[in-house]
């Protein structure tokens, strides 16, 4: 069996996050690391297709090589949808075929009932309790009648929502129904399904009602940590040096070259990457701090992704995204929460999308700054190597490369000191 990795998606909507969504590093290794080695170790493919985008090519041959695994890359030029994904692979594509989303997080027992091998083909349907906006599975038994895009709340055929774990026996069958579909949109790949359950193709479903965490919009980089840090198994690294008065407890990995100083707390679940340190009296909780990040003094984070090489000092960081190269000067405050409890709401192209997080604060891009004493509000995001002066409070996001500064005015006049003394609180004092 060969395996279709699609990871060439644009991710217009994860921006301010620039990296390409399957390379964003989790515990130390890209996601499409982690994910790859649940399949191999469930199927044991003969073969990994993975179909990226040209600038992501060397990276990916890294991962191949990191897992031992046979892989080749077949380059999508544009992100034109699943069909053109696939077709960019034609030639590679034969026998049994399995194809997946590169950064889905779901069940490995998921890729082995989809993959068996028993019918035509196989689609995996997700069993949902309230309304999705995606494509819904209309089935008899568990055979596949229809596939309905975005029926709308109360119009749905069914409470399947189809996933990307599409099983296929026959791959050229697969390529040659996708060189038939035709479709002024980008759902080529779906009306290739609709042709062949027209033909009479014995399309099957299996109903999943695991864990499923797609990555969308950057919040949910978030989701995935937690799928992450709830699966750890505590390992502390011998080379790792932590003060005696150090505080740690609950499942933590703490890598290699890290310094943990004196009235640090770290409660796990955490990540402590490479060289990282964790400066006096600073906590740390349910969080990853990748490779080379240094907290400074006095500052607590939680509930967040830190990408690389990022710096704090004296900061409140509050479940927020951070892709890294990220430095913030004393006094910062990253705000997570609105004071009337609502859920977030973060603008996405133009559109106010719910969040459905009570907690979300910064999204930033890589090489942003943050400025001494500027406090961001929920849910802002701020674009790469863009910078937010000192004493900001920010409402609006920021686009890439933007400064914003506040402007002030002074009133200068002739000072006359008052004549008292401290001396009369420091005798409160004795």
Known sequence: MKIIVLAAGSGKRMWPIQKDKCLIPFLGKPLLYHNLKKIKGVLNPEEFIIVARPESKDKILEVIKQLGITGTIA???????????????????????????AEDIVDPDLYAQVAKGEEEVVLAGLKVDKYFPGGYIKVTGNRVQEIVEKPGEGNEPSDLVKLVVDYFK????????????????????????????SDGVDIRVIKYNG????????????????YFLDNIEQRISPGAKIAKTAEISGKVIIEDGVRIFEGAVIKGPCYIGKNCIIGNNTMVRESALEEGCVTGFNSDITRSYIGAESWFHTNYIGDCVIEGDFGMGSGAVLANLRLDDHTIRVKIEGELIDSDRHKLGL?????????????????????????????????????????ILVKQEYSVSEHTPALTSYDQFREKLN
């Open 211 to 226: 864990i499923w965490i797609p990555l969308k919009y950057p919040w949910q980089i978030l989701d995935i940590l937690g």
């Open 75 to 101: 380059i999508q030029q544009e992100s034109k949808g699943m069909a053109d994904a696939i077709l960019s692979a034609r030639e590679l594509v034969e026998g049994e075929v399995l194809v997946i989303n």
């Open 170 to 197: 026959n791959g050229k069958k697969l390529i040659e129904y996708l060189q038939k579909a035709s479709s002024d949109k980008d759902d080529r790949y779906e009306v290739a399904l609709a042709n062949m359950i």
């Open 363 to 403: 999204i930033a891009g890589k090489g942003s700054r943050v400025g001494v004493n500027a406090s961001t509000m929920p849910g802002v995001k701020i674009g790469a190597n863009s910078l937010v002066g000192p004493g900001v409070t920010l409402y609006e996001d920021v686009k890439d490369n933007t400064k």
